[in-house]
């Protein structure tokens, strides 16, 4: 799994068209009365569920939220590239490519917001088993992203960090994490569960010792000051979490978006972000 963070920002690698029916009439001034009659019905009908979807879509305006209940960590889902190609007519490659760039964009909204951390969800260890086309593409897209954007991760004073089980990432793609993380001053952590053993295989930590507390310290989100997303966001009207930061997201607020990711924008996310600021956070205690 490869998860972008960055205080964190994370490189993925990722309409239906109405119909308008006109029916003929033969016997038109026969009729007449009655069509009429039909366009009048249709046009108030149509005006109320112009009025609700208004009401459905309202925009949430950057000014209505507060800047001190904003979230300090964010976590997204990238969900629904492939689908958005599909329905567009374009090529899965192309859904990634959008779904990469969106990224980027919605991270640096996120900063501007003063939120301190982005993360998301790139690649899954299930994603290996999809079509080798599609993930040497993925990997290319990756490496591409990483490579073309230091400069300006640099220039924003953006750290990103790459973590996950790296194991099967080809070499050239290695090489750009390491730089990117590098040139951004990213610290490099091994998993977990993998580190808690090889440091009880040299004696320095004793099964007693392991709790909450060691593992909290152990995670690969403390490369960032706030390992926990406080506001997980997740794509294309999918409600689950997957694997992602099955430890992380224990009291993180949950946001599911209908829209499929690379059309997730700026007053999407200020949806999200209404939502959150809305709820009450107890953290399993009464308040």
């Known amino acids: 799994m490869l998860s972008l963070l960055s205080t964190l920002v994370a490189l993925p690698f990722l309409f239906l068209i ?87 964009e919605i991270a640096e909204v996120c900063f501007e917001l003063g939120i301190h951390t982005v993360s998301a969800f790139a690649f899954s260890t299930e994603n290996w088993g999809r079509d080798k086309f599609e993930v040497k593409c993925l990997m290319s897209l990756f490496n591409h992203y990483l490579k073309s954007n230091i400069q300006y991760f640099q220039r924003k004073e953006v750290r990103v960090s790459v973590i996950g089980n790296k194991t099967k990432i080809p070499e050239s793609l290695l090489k750009e994490i390491h730089e990117i993380e590098e040139a951004t001053k990213a610290t490099r952590i091994s998993i977990s569960s993998w580190h808690l053993v090889k440091k009880s295989e040299k004696g320095l930590i004793r099964e007693e010792d392991v709790d909450e507390a060691l593992i909290e310290r152990e995670l690969l989100t403390n490369c960032s000051d706030f390992p926990s997303p406080d506001l997980m966001i997740r794509t294309s009207g999918e409600q689950r979490i997957s694997n992602f930061f099955l430890w992380q997201l224990a009291y993180t607020e949950l946001f599911y978006s209908p829209v499929l990711w690379p059309d997730f924008d700026k007053d999407k996310l200020l949806e999200a972000l209404a939502s959150y600021q809305g709820r009450e956070r107890r953290f399993g205690c009464r308040v």
Request: aromatic fraction near 8%; charged fraction near 35%; proline fraction near 3%.
């Open 18 to 104: 109405p119909c308008l029916f006109i029916t003929s009439y033969i016997c038109f001034p026969v009729f007449l009365t009655k069509l009429l009659g039909l366009i009048k019905f249709k046009a108030a009908r149509d005006d109320d569920d112009n009025e609700k979807r208004d009401e459905a879509t309202c925009v949430v305006r950057e000014e209505e939220l507060q800047r001190e209940l904003m979230p300090r960590h964010v976590s997204f889902i990238l969900d629904g590239n492939r689908r958005w190609a599909k329905r567009d007519g374009l090529t899965t490659a192309q859904g990634h490519e959008a779904g990469t760039k969106r990224i980027i």
